[in-house]
C-alpha cells in the first residue's frame, strides 16, 4: 500500500497550489483522507480530512483558503491551496484511515502515510 504525494512548489504569497495524493494497492473508497503538514521546528499539524461519505473537516488556520476532494475512479485525494501564506509553508503529507476510530484531526488514527511534498510559500 502506497500513497504518493505531488504537487509542492514554490509559490509567492496569495498564490495557489493543488496538492494530490495518489493511493496504489487498494481502494482507498471506504478510507477517510487526511492531509497533515510540518512546519520547520514544529510539529506535524492536522490541515483537512474528508471521510469515505464525503464528509470534510478543516483546520481553523485553513478554512475557506483550503478545499480537499476525493477522486474514487482514480483513487486519489486533492488539496487545492488557495490565498497561500507564508506561515502555510510546511511539508504536507496525506494519509489515509480504514477504521473511523477516534477524530479524523488526530494523526495516530491514521494507518498509511505518504512521504510528503514541499510547499514554499514566499513573502
Known amino acids: 500500500v502506497q500513497l504518493q504525494a505531488s504537487g509542492g512548489g514554490l509559490v509567492q504569497a496569495g498564490g495557489s497550489l493543488r496538492l494530490s495524493c495518489a493511493a496504489s494497492g487498494r481502494t482507498f473508497s471506504t478510507y477517510d483522507m487526511g492531509w497533515f503538514r510540518r512546519a520547520p521546528g514544529k510539529e506535524r499539524e492536522f490541515v483537512a480530512a474528508?471521510?469515505?461519505?464525503?464528509?470534510?473537516t478543516y483546520a481553523d488556520s485553513v478554512q475557506d483558503r483550503f478545499t480537499i476532494s476525493r477522486d474514487a475512479a482514480k483513487n486519489a485525494v486533492y488539496l487545492q491551496m488557495n490565498s497561500l501564506k507564508p506561515e502555510d509553508t510546511a511539508v504536507y503529507y496525506c494519509?489515509?484511515?480504514?477504521?473511523?476510530?477516534?477524530?479524523?484531526?488526530?494523526?495516530?488514527?491514521?494507518?498509511?502515510w505518504g512521504q510528503g511534498t514541499l510547499v514554499t510559500v514566499s513573502s
Open positions: 474528508i471521510g469515505w461519505r464525503g464528509g470534510r
Open positions: 494519509a489515509a484511515r480504514s477504521r473511523t476510530i477516534g477524530a479524523v484531526t488526530t494523526p495516530t488514527s491514521y494507518d498509511y
